[in-house]
């Protein structure tokens, strides 16, 4: 079991005998009264949403899976496929619903991959990645407005607002959850 | 383009004083009250954060940081102080996070003698329209300007979940109500539990966004210290929504020690559900002494009220030092 406070954005809950994982976990407090967790959850069977609201105090019935470490090959029109690091058995991942971990996806590194009784289900981004900046416009003379920023490409086709210090390239850090710039990275 | 730090650090100050012009050219005075003190009023849904007082001599006392300034102020107000506000820290324990949560954040209370809470409807009203001319916001002023959609409950439940709020007294009733619109509800919830969850997952989602909105007459069964409106199932508070966000609460203040003291009993009793119980007001019932006039109070994130004028989509934009960022041990201000 898992507490509805201990619910976060990625944990995964049995809701009616179906796994669904946590998309937006909002805690709300309306001061009088009990406090709440509004949750929005997808099945990962069907892909349905599904909101509900719990009190803090509830108790979840929480998901058994697995995760391994896997290599990302390419995507195609419909499919991520993946390499499992140990077994080298290769497997897919719908696109559809995850469309925006495509800008995450570099080929030939290492992911976390989530399975649920043989069946892989989600994609662990990491929280910060690495990239490399591919196409980036130079900065103007006079641009040394304090917090001006421009927007870059990433070798992913990531797309990210910086600095304009920032040129083609260099290798950034990249939050993955608000896609906002963290640093430039020394080579 | 992101607010530089000198604007935001200048943003944050004029926010503060354009706040404590407008009360001061109403007639209010403002005082200044303990955050730290030894009893809170019953709130069970709040987490706290508990200290000690270590005296010279004599055992160490337990004490709380306060998570409103409300018993010190109604005890200005019931001993004679007149209208009164202030700006204070609150503090409040166990937050999950997100962008409109800050452990520690700024309270504006206001409270005016001889009036209701649709009075301070007005005073909201006047509040926003004053901030807006001495704040250049960076949005539309039309999204914030006065007046504010009146929207009450009970049309709320009726628009958005073709509830019959009036109807639903009962416990059972309300999650019926509810499963019957696919949500699920626990086994035996309090009626308070099963409202929330049918309010929180059905109707505030939906509420208009255009325009600051004021919902009005929440249902009696809530337990709160706002005066019920007779011969009603609702009680005289409303709460001020901006972009979606709950931004204040006010309430024409109970004053009647004997409503206040089974309030105090029953939400004393649900302390249990803390995870930090907390010594409670002693004196809290009897505050106010008999006959003392009708008066409104009102609470306001002054935080949340900045971060919506300055069009931000986290009090991390406002918050010059946010509790995530000092926990993550960086010492820089949130750029």
Known sequence: ?187 | MEASLRERVTRHALFAESIRAFFQARGYTEVDTPALSPYLIPEPAIEVFQTKYLPARGPARPMWLIPSPELWMKRLLARGSGDIYQISKSFRNCDFGGPYHNPEFRLLEWYTVGVGYLDSIQVAEDLFAHLLDRTAPRRPASELSPPFVRLSMEEAFHQYAGIDLARCQDPQVMKAEGQSRGIKMPDSPTWEEAFHIVFLTLVEPLLPREKPLVLLDYPALVPTTARRRPGTPWSERWELYVDGIEIANCYTEETDPGVLRTLVRREGERRRDCRTAHAIDPDFADLFPPGFPVCSGAALGVDRLEMVFAGEKSLKGVILFPFSVILDGQSDTHA
């Open chain 1, 1 to 187: 079991m898992i507490k509805a406070s201990d619910i976060a954005k990625g944990t995964f809950i049995l809701i009616n005998n179906q796994p669904h994982v946590c998309v937006e976990r909002e805690y709300v407090n309306p001061g009088k009264g009990s406090a709440f967790v509004r949750l929005k959850l997808k099945n990962i069977k069907t892909g349905s949403v599904l909101r509900q609201t719990n009190k803090v105090q509830d108790n979840l019935e929480d998901v058994s899976v697995e995760y391994k470490e896997v290599q990302f090959l390419y995507a195609d029109t419909e499919n991520y496929a993946f390499m499992d690091t140990k077994t080298y058995e290769q497997f897919t991942i719908p696109i559809e619903g995850e469309e925006e971990k495509r800008d995450f996806l570099k080929d030939g590194e290492n992911y976390q991959v989530v399975f649920w009784e043989q069946t892989p289900i989600d994609i662990k981004l990491p929280t910060k990645m690495v990239f490399t900046v591919s196409e980036a416009e130079k900065a103007e003379r006079g641009d040394t407005v304090s917090g001006a920023t421009k927007v870059i490409t990433c070798e992913t086709g990531l797309k990210v607002k910086v600095p304009l210090f920032i040129k083609q390239g260099d290798r950034i850090l990249v939050n993955t959850e608000t896609r906002e710039y963290q640093e430039r990275v020394n080579n």
